[in-house]
């Protein structure tokens, strides 16, 4: 399936979610706000929720891809604070992937949950990269345990999101950004 393909039918399936959640939503519906034919949606997933489940990855590779594009050599934090900031951008033109995320992870247990569960590791291993980083260089408190740390960081990353989007539609980015990182600066300068 051609990426540009791929792309309409993930901002379709965003856009539709919103308004009726995942479960709402039928093969018909994303086909037509996607415009392409409810055949081909068909022919390259087998179903919804082979549909789904392609979605949501290709939304994790997206973010993954900018994480990465912002990590460098440069000071962790910098980095790390790039990193929040792609992620809000992100969230940003794609509000309904968190809130898809949020809602998916939290349902005990949800249709899409396993894969969730892989595609939050990715995102949380790209985080938890800077934080080994800030640890080696002695950067953090002790007893900090990196693995909660860059999991805790990724969901604020998504709540703090959600609330700009949701409650504070606003706020800038930048002030967005700033709840974030006032929280990894005092983990960080410890």
């Known amino acids: 399936m051609r990426e540009a393909t791929k792309q309409k039918l993930f901002e ?11 479960v709402g939503l039928t093969v018909d519906d994303i086909a037509a706000e996607a415009g392409v034919a ?29 994480l990465r594009a912002v990590a460098s050599d440069t000071d962790p934090l910098e980095v790390i604070e790039a ?8 969230i940003g033109e794609y509000p ?19 894969t969730l569960s892989l595609l ?9 990269t800077q934080l080994e980083r800030l ?29 700009w989007q949701v409650f504070q539609p606003a706020r800038s980015r930048a002030e967005a950004l700033d709840s974030v990182m006032v929280l990894v600066r005092g983990l960080g300068e410890g």
């Open 135 to 163: 640890d080696a260089a002695g950067r953090l408190p002790a007893g900090v345990r990196i693995p909660t740390a860059a999991a805790g960081l990724f969901g604020t990353m998504l709540v703090v999101a959600l609330d």
């Open 12 to 22: 379709a399936t965003l856009r539709l979610s919103a308004g009726k959640g995942l």
């Open 96 to 114: 309904g992937f968190s809130q898809i995320v949020v809602s998916e992870l939290w349902r005990a247990p949800g249709r899409w949950h396993d």
């Open 83 to 90: 990193q929040v900031d792609a992620t809000l951008e992100f």
């Open 120 to 128: 939050r590791e990715e995102i949380i291993a790209i985080v938890k």
């Open 38 to 66: 409810k055949g081909t949606v068909y022919y390259n997933f087998g179903s919804k929720d082979g549909l789904v489940d392609a979605l949501l990855r290709f939304g994790v590779d997206l973010l993954a891809g900018r």
